[in-house]
């Protein structure tokens, strides 16, 4: 017996019922976003790895998805790269392309790719699938979709603002309870002065990123790893654990970091988008966000009622175009977790119940002279945007309601010899069992009535 096939761990089928749960998350993130005046684009799922690699961070380079070269890919490749255990040194020789990590750095090379052709500020939507080589585990996958949303071209905070009203109007529409964590690259910067280690602000980032994951003794100890000295991991344990209101730990940062220019202007930033934007806001300064592109403002929103990691981020980035030789523009995006949303709204069941049903009716199939009646009436529902379906085969009644029954369809039409001479259809309800006698129209008002 041939073995059952399967798919790589971390990926997922998706069947009917799921698309159609799936769908329902896209196209509300899509309609907010353009009611913001977001437009959309698409980027290939692989780029050139120099696009990719050293955009991530040392950890982010280490889960890019590299695509071996076309054809040949061991000519020109000797026994000495061979046996030199160097893998990354090999990589580089046998790809030079790989699945996108992301959606932000692609659209900064779309950005300085097509500069010509774009009106600034430019505010760009992207709903498509990226790749990781992570280990899977719970709310975590090799491949998952992001929702992104960008505004390149702009340094004002209200694009941040705008940003955490689109958070809020999306969340509120999906009926998830959500809290928006906000802090700032600029003010990790300054404690990262502070405590007299500005050059490890990359590494300290790293570490504190990991708080919720790893607990602060794992952070801690992360931190000595990388050559944080005990005096300045002992300086970072009050910021660590700083609690009190927004208004409280922004006024408690600005006496910690007095005469470090660099954290009071984060804190500026911070103080600004609290009090113009939604109030879901909480500014938490363990908030790290560890890819090094980020410049200024960040963000993570986690779900209150289900465990799980965080279902949207993003931030500010002052310099990722000019990797590309485009310098001087400044972008500030977020991207929604489509998978963790998914997995959230499936715990907590908050799909409204039209979005499961995708058939709305089904003409039961007596036979040919009966179907050449119901054809015109069910090309009618369809005009008026009722989901129909006519079952194909002409089988026993209890056959076909079965399938009525299996796959959630709310009614079915009958058209027997005393319908057709009536020019009527039987309509019955399939939860209630109720059945009406109706012409085409009446039908037509009463499924679009229960929508």
């Known amino acids: 017996m041939a073995q059952k096939p399967s798919i790589p761990k971390g990926t997922r089928d998706f069947g009917p019922q799921e698309m159609s749960r799936r769908n329902y998350i896209f196209d509300t993130i899509r309609e907010v976003y353009s009611l913001y005046g977001f437009q959309q684009i698409e980027t290939p799922a692989m780029e050139n790895l120099s696009t ?29 790269d061979l046996g030199a255990g160097a893998t990354g040194h090999l990589a580089a020789l046998l790809c030079e392309k790989g699945l996108r990590y992301d959606l932000t750095v692609p659209f900064a090379r779309y950005v300085v790719q097509h500069r010509e052709e774009l009106t600034l500020p430019f505010r760009r939507y992207q709903i498509q699938p990226v790749w990781r080589a992570d280990r899977p585990q719970k709310g975590r996958y090799r491949e998952f979709y992001q929702c992104d949303a960008d505004v390149v071209g702009s340094d004002s905070l209200l694009c941040e603002v705008e940003l955490m009203q689109i958070i809020d109007e999306v969340f509120r529409r999906f009926g998830i309870r959500v809290c928006i964590k906000i802090n700032n690259r600029k003010i990790l910067s300054g404690i990262a002065e502070m405590i007299g280690e500005a050059d490890k602000i990359v590494d300290i980032t790293v570490a504190i990123d990991k708080l919720d994951k790893i607990g602060l003794d794992a952070v801690n100890e992360e931190l000595r790893q990388v050559g944080i000295s005990e005096e300045a991991i002992q300086k970072l344990q009050p910021i ?12 408690t940062m600005r006496e910690a970091l007095a005469g470090i220019e660099v954290g009071q202007k984060g ?32 963000f993570e929103v986690k779900a209150l009622d289900v465990e799980i990691g965080s ?54 199939n007596f036979g040919e002279k009966e179907t050449a009646y119901s054809l015109p009436i069910a090309a009618m529902l369809r005009a008026q945007g009722i989901r129909t379906e006519t079952y194909p085969d002409a089988s026993k009644m209890k056959k076909q309601m079965q399938y009525a029954n299996q796959k959630g369809i709310p009614f079915v039409a009958m058209t027997g010899e005393t319908e057709m001479a009536e020019g009527k259809v039987m309509l019955k309800n399939m939860q209630t069992g109720e059945q009406q006698l109706l012409s085409p129209d009446e039908m037509i008002l009463k499924l679009k009535s229960r929508g």
């Open 311 to 364: 279902i949207t981020g993003g931030g500010r980035y002052d310099n990722l175009t000019g990797i590309f030789g485009m310098p001087g523009l400044s972008g500030v995006g977020i991207s929604f977790g489509a998978d963790r949303i998914y997995d959230v709204l499936n715990q907590l069941d908050l799909y409204p119940k039209t979005v499961t049903t995708a058939t709305q009716v089904l003409f039961v």
């Open 52 to 80: 990719l690699m050293g955009k991530y961070g040392e950890e982010g380079d280490k889960l890019l998805f590299k695509i071996l070269n076309s054809g040949d890919f061991l000519r020109g490749i000797g026994a000495d």
């Open 240 to 251: 660590i654990n700083l609690s009190g209101t927004n208004q409280e730990k922004i006024q």
């Open 267 to 298: 804190l500026d930033e911070v103080e600004y988008v609290l009090k113009t934007g939604p109030g879901l806001l909480a500014f938490d300064l363990t908030l790290a966000r560890g890819l090094n592109y980020y410049t200024g403002c960040i």
